[in-house]
């Protein structure tokens, strides 16, 4: 909530769509400013990739374990790629020929999302034969990091680093929340709407799952099944232990529904980001993916290249039992450097600093200071090993992953994007005309603005003389 809190005053102060990427170029030097939305950039594109991997990654799996129920089949690592493609596949068809659904597919997900879970929990909460104690849910430490017999990290190092480590997906379901600000030129009074969309999709997705994971909690029947089931998945077997095998697939269909559209708007989002990123040059190929499909209105290589690569982010589940905790690692990690970036910056040149409408007044120096000492915080905390004993199969490889785009956004600014690179400039000069260049179908408006803005000054010029 400080880190959102922070955003929002941020958000309130540039009621932009260009969200962080844009911010860091506002909030900057104007000698900085380019590096700046650089560097944020390319977290803000590694964070949006490795989370449309773990939202759809996730998805596939739990369609491969619905398809087991009542059938005799059994889902391998291989299978599960393969359910992951076509997950991607359709998601990605979706946001090439559906752009003109893709809100009213919106507003289904948002009732999907509330009443499913309602539904979901009041189900297994009524029909579980016996429920859990409030010592059971509140008080019971389990420490299940180690594996093939070997101790957990609360034996090996301590209790408190597996509490830390177990934050992970707590931390991970808290993302995305800048998406409020990337639809702020969309609303009435955005200096305000903005930042309190931001506070509530916190805050809403908080009360939400602390409400799903304490109805799962109550209604486990026996632990030790429950986290060994045959099926693979311990949330199934609630299911199954409460509301039989026809109510499992149900309650599974609603899970699975509404991962799908959290990963179909994921690839919204993410292929936004691509395409404002290449549009100011700051992916390799971005004269190839800074196009917008005439036809369909939007901006379909980025789409395919954000299915691609989340689908590379996944091919190492074929040899790692880590691979969607390491994928959420990465997700976590990308975006909040991305978040705090702005917000560092904010405290920084906090002089020159002009607020909006939502301002914390006293509270906002503290807050920004304790959004970014939680960042640090989680970075570090989140590139651990998870499981005990650490090998190739259980290697955390988000640090690989970071590691990666650390090297090449500062390498390659050094030795070449600093010569070049400019930032977002076209997208503050499209904002000054009222336009949201973050919106594919408005990118031919902007240019004709541009050209109809040189003709003007060539035939000043030709007057002139």
């Known amino acids: 909530m400080l880190v959102g809190l ?33 560097i944020t950039g390319w977290f803000n594109l590694l964070g949006q990739v490795a989370v449309t991997t773990g939202i759809s990654f996730a998805c596939a799996n739990f369609i491969s374990t619905a398809c087991t ?39 289904v997900s948002v009732w999907w999302h509330a009443l499913g879970t309602t539904s979901l929990v009041i189900a297994i909460l009524v029909k579980a034969p016996k429920r859990q104690s409030a010592s059971f849910v509140f008080k019971q430490f389990l420490d299940g990091t180690g594996v093939d017999g070997a101790v957990g990290w609360g034996d090996r ?14 931390q991970y379901t808290l993302t995305g929340f800048d998406a409020s600000a990337h639809m702020t030129e969309e609303t009435h009074n955005a200096a305000m709407s903005g930042s ?68 179909t708007f994921s690839i919204t989002s993410n292929s936004r980001m691509m395409y404002a990123f290449a549009r100011d040059g700051g992916i390799p190929g971005h004269k190839f993916f800074a196009k917008v499909s005439p036809r369909w209105k939007s901006p379909v290589r980025t789409v395919w290249l954000a299915c691609t ?24 990690i990308g975006l909040y450097i991305s978040y705090g970036i702005p917000i560092a910056l904010r405290v920084i040149y906090r002089d020159s600093f002009v607020r909006g409408p939502f301002h914390l007044r006293a509270f906002s120096y503290p807050v920004a200071i304790g959004a970014i000492a939680w960042i640090l915080f989680i970075s570090i905390a989140f590139i651990l090993p998870q499981i005990n004993p650490v090998d190739s199969q259980t290697l955390n490889y988000a640090i690989v992953a970071v590691g990666v785009v650390i090297a090449y956004s500062v390498g390659f600014w050094l030795l070449s994007a600093r010569k070049w690179f400019t930032g977002p400039i076209r997208q503050i000069e499209a904002e000054g005309m009222g336009i949201d260049v973050m919106d594919p179908s408005q990118a031919d408006k902007y240019e004709k603005n541009v050209v109809q803005e040189k003709v003007s000054v060539v035939s000043q010029s030709g007057d002139s003389a």
């Open 157 to 170: 190092a301590s209790h408190a680093y597996v509490v830390v480590i177990g934050i992970l997906m707590a």
């Open 196 to 263: 309190i969309g931001i506070i509530m999709a916190i805050g809403v997705s908080a009360l939400l799952g602390w409400f799903l994971i304490l109805g799962l909690l109550f209604s486990i029947q026996d632990l030790d099944a429950t986290l060994n089931s045959s099926t693979g998945q311990p949330v199934t077997q609630i299911f199954l232990d409460t509301v039989g095998e026809r109510g499992a697939i149900v309650l599974m269909v609603i899970v699975i529904g509404a991962m799908y559209f959290c990963g």
């Open 309 to 332: 690569l989340s689908f590379i982010l996944g091919l190492p589940s074929l040899g790692s039992s880590v691979a969607f905790a390491a994928a959420t690692s990465i997700a976590t």
């Open 69 to 107: 129920l009542g059938t005799s089949f059994e889902p391998t690592p291989a299978t599960n790629i393969g359910v992951y493609a076509a997950v991607l596949f359709t998601q990605g068809l979706t946001n090439t020929f559906g752009v003109t659904i893709l809100h009213y597919l919106n507003n």
């Open 6 to 38: 922070a955003m929002a005053e941020i958000c309130s102060a540039h009621p932009t769509s260009g969200g962080p990427y844009f911010w860091a170029a506002m909030l900057s030097r104007k000698k900085d400013a380019a590096l700046a939305s650089w």
